[in-house]
């Protein structure tokens, strides 16, 4: 990762997507026929979806780039603290219980352990 540029591996994440694409031409008709049909706010929420997924790459690179894969990897995992937090903020959704609760705050003590020990 540290020898090669983000954007090589930008697009070399998307070629697996790009090389399957054409056995599921009739779904992706079927998706830009959808598409065409949406109005102006879902089309911006499916666009936000998509820059945010290739914001948290970058980043990710980054990260990568700046320290380590392990240490990247192990402050990763508080993503699902994050899908928790947006799935309320955005659809007004909670699945939490306590224990889930509990668990998402010893990620982020982990997390906090791990920053603290790698400055």
């Known amino acids: 990762m540290k020898r090669i540029s983000l954007v ?15 056995f599921f031409y009739r779904t992706l008709v079927a998706d830009f026929t959808m598409w065409k049909a949406m109005e102006t706010g879902a089309k911006g929420m499916v666009l936000a979806l998509a820059l945010t997924s290739l914001l948290g790459s970058v980043l ?10 392990t240490l990247a990897s192990l402050i990763e995992i508080t993503y699902p603290v994050f899908v928790a937090v947006f799935a309320f903020v955005l659809f007004r959704e ?3 219980t306590p224990s889930a609760i509990a668990g998402g705050l010893m990620v982020f003590a982990g997390v906090g352990l791990i920053i603290w020990n790698n400055p």
Request: without cysteine; hydrophobic residues 65%; glycine residues 4%.
């Open 94 to 96: 909670t699945h939490l």
């Open 60 to 69: 990710l690179f980054l990260s990568i780039a700046g320290k380590n894969a």
């Open 8 to 22: 090589s591996v930008l697009l070399l994440t998307a070629l697996p997507v790009i090389l399957v694409a054409p």
